[in-house]
C-alpha cells in the first residue's frame, strides 16, 4: 500500500505479570490496515488475539506491561495523553465484544446505553440523540425501535443484543471497528446475519475493520487480509485469496483441516491439532508449534523461525519447512 | 426513599415492562403499617394528644381510658402520645443512620473496588480497624465525651454501619468491573466518574439498597438496644428502646407498658424487612436474565 495505513501496529509486545512469573500474551506484532480495509486474526483461544486488540485500543489491564507503538490515524495510541485517547475512542475506534450478554449494561435501557454515547460523543440534545438511535437501530436491522429503546438487554435475544452493541459501535461513525469474536456467542444461524450485517455497515461508511476470530471460515468471504496468530505471535499474514489459495504454515493448514466439512460423510472424525498450545510463560527454544506440527524437523525445535516474505512482497510466513503445494485446500 | 430512585433511573420515560411477580397482599400490609407509623410520626406535634413528657402521679399506670387510650407509664405519661413520639425518635435514628453508612461505605466501596491498589488497602484496612473496635464500647465512649443526644446517637450508629455498606459495595464493583460492559464505556470513550456513575452505581445500587433497608430494621433494633441501656435518648425523651427499657420495672404489674413499644417495634421492623424482600425482587431488572 501506497498511501499511510490508517493502522499500523509496530513491533507490539503485551507481557502480564502471573504468579509463575511474565506471560508474553502478545510477542513482536506488526500489522497494517489501511482505511476501509478488512483484517481478520485467526488463532486459537489464548493465542493473544483479545489482548492484541486491547492493545491496540490501550484498554490493557492495569499490570500488563507493553512495548511498540501503535499509530492510528498519524498518531501513537501508546504516547498521546489520556484524555486526547479517551475522546479518540467510540469517536474513532469502537468495539465490539464477544458476548453480548455480558457487553451491554444490565441495568439501563438500550435507549440510555444508545443515547448517552451519542450525547457525549457528537453533543447531541436529548431528543436528537434519541431520534439518532431508532435511526441506528433500524440500520442494525432491528424492527420497531421504538419499543426496543426502551426496553433492559434481558427482555432482548442474543442476536438481537449483538446488534444492539454494534448499532453502539457504529453510532459515532468511527473510522475503525474491531470486532472481537462477534459472533462466537451467538446461534450458528445468527453468526450469518451479524457478519453479513458487519460486512454491510463497512462498506456503507468506508469504515476499516478488524475480525477477530477462531474461524478461519469467517474470514474467508469477509476480509482484505488474514493474520494467523499463535503463541503471541503473528505466524502468517497474507491478503486472504493468496492466504486461501497457498497457504504456508502448517498450523494455518490444520486450522482449516479442523472446520467441519457439510460434504464429509457423517461420523468423519474432526481432524483436531494434537496436544496444547505452549505454556507462555515458559517460552521454547525453537518454533512454537513445532511439538505439535507434523512436518517438524530437528532444526524446528532448535531455532525459531522470522516472519519473512519469500514467495511475494505481501504473503508473510514463519516457518523453516512451509507447504510445498497447496493441496486439498477446499475453502 | 432511595428503593424508588431505582424506578426512575431510565430517564428517557421508559415505561416499565410488564412484572411478571404480583406483589402479595402481606407486602400491601407492610405498606400500610409502614405509612401509619410515618404519618403518625411526622404529624404528631399536630395531633390533639398530650404532651409525652407531663407526668400526673396520681395516674400512675392507669388502664386504657378515653383519656388515655393506651393507658399512663409508671409516671403517669400517655402511652400512646410517647409511642407515636417514640416513633419519631426511632425512625429519625433508624433512617438516617443508615443513610450515613449507605453514602460514605457505599462511596468508599466503590472507590476502592474500582481503582484497587494502594486505596484499596487503605480503605479495606481502616474498615477492619473500625470492625474490630467493640461497638458498644465505641458507642459508650462517644456519649461519654459528647454527652448523649439523638445526632451523637445517630452518628455512632451511622458510622458503625460504614464498614458493612463498604463490603457490600466494594464486592458487588468488584465483580462489575470485570464484566464486559465496563470495558466497553472504557472502549466507547468514557471517563472514570462517568464509568462510576452512570455504568456502575445503577448495577451496585440494587444489593445497596436492599442492604440499606435490612439496615434500618437492624438500627431501629441497634437504637432500641442503647436505649434500653441507658446510652440512647437522654430522659425524657421517649423511644421505642427506651420505653421497653422503662416498662421493665413494672413487667409484674402492667406488662403492656413494656409490651406495646415492643409490639410496634416488631411490626416495624418486620414491615422494612418485607417491603425490602420484596422490592428487590421486583425492581431488580436483571431477574429472569439468564
Known amino acids: 500500500m501506497s498511501e499511510a495505513p490508517l493502522l499500523s501496529v509496530e513491533d507490539v509486545a503485551v507481557d502480564l505479570p502471573t504468579a509463575r512469573g511474565p506471560l508474553r500474551a502478545v510477542d513482536r506484532v506488526d500489522l497494517t490496515l489501511g482505511a476501509g480495509r478488512t483484517l481478520g486474526i485467526v488463532g486459537e483461544s489464548g493465542c493473544g488475539k483479545t489482548m492484541l486488540s486491547r492493545a491496540i485500543l490501550q484498554l490493557l489491564p492495569r499490570k500488563a506491561k507493553f512495548s511498540g507503538r501503535v499509530m492510528f490515524d498519524g498518531q501513537d495510541l501508546a504516547r498521546i495523553d489520556r484524555e486526547h485517547l479517551r475522546k479518540l475512542r467510540g469517536r474513532s475506534l469502537a468495539v ?9 449494561n444490565p441495568v439501563l435501557t438500550i435507549g440510555t446505553q444508545l443515547g448517552e454515547t451519542l450525547q457525549e460523543h457528537l453533543e447531541l440534545d436529548s431528543v436528537h440523540a434519541r431520534t439518532r438511535s431508532a435511526e441506528l437501530l433500524v440500520a442494525v436491522g432491528i424492527p420497531a425501535p421504538e419499543q426496543r429503546l426502551m426496553q433492559y438487554p434481558h427482555q432482548l435475544s442474543g ?18 471497528l474491531i470486532a472481537d469474536e462477534p459472533t462466537t456467542a451467538l446461534d450458528v444461524t445468527i453468526q450469518a446475519q451479524i457478519l453479513d450485517l458487519l460486512a454491510r455497515e463497512q462498506r456503507r461508511r468506508h469504515m476499516a475493520m478488524i475480525l477477530i476470530t477462531h474461524d478461519l471460515g469467517v474470514v474467508a468471504g469477509r476480509t482484505d487480509e488474514v493474520a494467523v496468530m499463535y503463541a503471541g505471535r503473528v505466524v502468517e499474514r497474507a491478503p486472504t485469496p493468496v492466504l486461501f489459495r497457498a497457504m504456508q504454515m502448517p498450523y494455518t493448514e490444520a486450522l482449516l483441516a479442523a472446520i467441519p466439512k457439510l460434504d ?8 483436531a491439532i494434537s496436544g496444547r498450545p505452549p505454556d507462555p510463560t515458559r517460552p521454547l527454544k525453537g518454533c512454537s508449534f513445532s511439538p505439535r506440527c507434523r512436518y517438524a524437523l530437528a532444526r524446528c525445535h532448535q531455532d525459531k523461525p522470522a516472519l519473512t516474505a519469500p514467495l511475494s512482497a505481501d504473503h508473510h510466513y514463519a516457518c523453516f519447512h512451509p507447504l510445498r503445494t497447496a493441496a486439498g485446500v477446499d475453502a | 426513599m432511595a428503593t424508588l430512585d431505582l424506578g426512575m433511573e431510565d430517564d428517557i420515560g421508559a415505561a416499565p415492562a410488564p412484572r411478571s411477580r404480583q ?26 394528644l398530650p404532651s409525652p413528657t407531663d407526668m400526673d402521679m396520681l395516674e400512675r399506670r392507669a388502664p386504657f381510658s378515653a383519656a388515655h387510650w393506651l393507658g399512663t ?3 403517669g405519661r400517655d402511652e400512646l402520645a410517647r409511642l407515636i413520639h417514640g416513633a419519631r425518635i426511632s425512625l429519625a435514628v433508624g433512617l438516617f443512620a443508615p443513610v450515613i453508612g449507605l453514602v460514605i461505605g457505599g462511596a468508599l466501596g466503590m472507590l476502592a473496588g474500582y481503582f484497587r491498589g494502594r486505596l484499596e488497602t487503605l480503605v479495606v484496612g481502616s474498615m477492619d480497624v473500625l470492625l474490630a473496635f467493640p461497638p458498644l464500647v465505641l458507642a459508650l465512649a462517644v456519649t461519654a465525651y459528647l454527652g ?5 446517637l445517630t452518628l455512632i450508629l451511622g458510622v458503625l454501619g460504614i464498614p458493612a455498606f463498604m463490603r457490600v459495595a466494594r464486592a458487588a464493583t468488584l465483580t462489575l468491573a470485570r464484566r464486559e460492559f465496563v470495558i466497553a464505556a472504557e472502549a466507547l470513550g468514557a471517563t472514570h466518574r462517568r464509568i462510576l456513575l452512570r455504568e456502575l452505581l445503577p448495577n451496585v445500587l440494587l444489593p445497596l439498597v436492599a442492604f440499606f433497608l435490612l439496615g434500618v ?4 433494633v441497634a437504637e432500641g438496644a442503647l436505649s434500653f441501656l441507658g446510652l440512647g435518648v437522654p430522659p425524657p425523651v421517649a423511644s421505642w428502646g427506651s420505653m421497653i427499657g422503662e416498662g421493665r420495672e413494672s413487667l409484674d404489674v402492667a406488662p403492656r407498658l413494656a409490651f406495646l413499644p415492643a409490639f410496634a417495634f416488631f411490626l416495624t421492623v418486620l414491615s422494612f424487612n418485607l417491603v425490602g424482600d420484596s422490592l428487590k425482587a421486583v425492581t431488580d431488572p436483571r431477574q429472569g436474565a439468564l
Open chain 1, 159 to 176: 442476536g438481537m443484543r449483538q446488534r444492539v452493541a454494534i448499532a453502539i459501535a457504529l453510532s459515532c461513525e468511527p473510522k475503525l
Open chain 2, 217 to 220: 430494621a437492624v438500627t431501629i
Open chain 2, 73 to 75: 407509664d409508671g409516671l
Open chain 2, 148 to 152: 448523649q443526644s439523638i445526632l451523637n
Open chain 1, 264 to 271: 464429509a460423510a457423517p461420523h468423519t472424525p474432526l481432524p
Open chain 1, 96 to 104: 465490539v465484544f464477544q458476548d453480548p450478554m455480558t457487553s451491554l
Open chain 2, 23 to 48: 406483589l402479595g397482599l402481606l407486602f400491601w400490609i407492610a405498606i400500610g403499617w409502614m405509612a401509619l407509623v410515618f404519618a403518625l410520626a411526622l404529624f404528631a406535634p399536630l395531633l390533639p
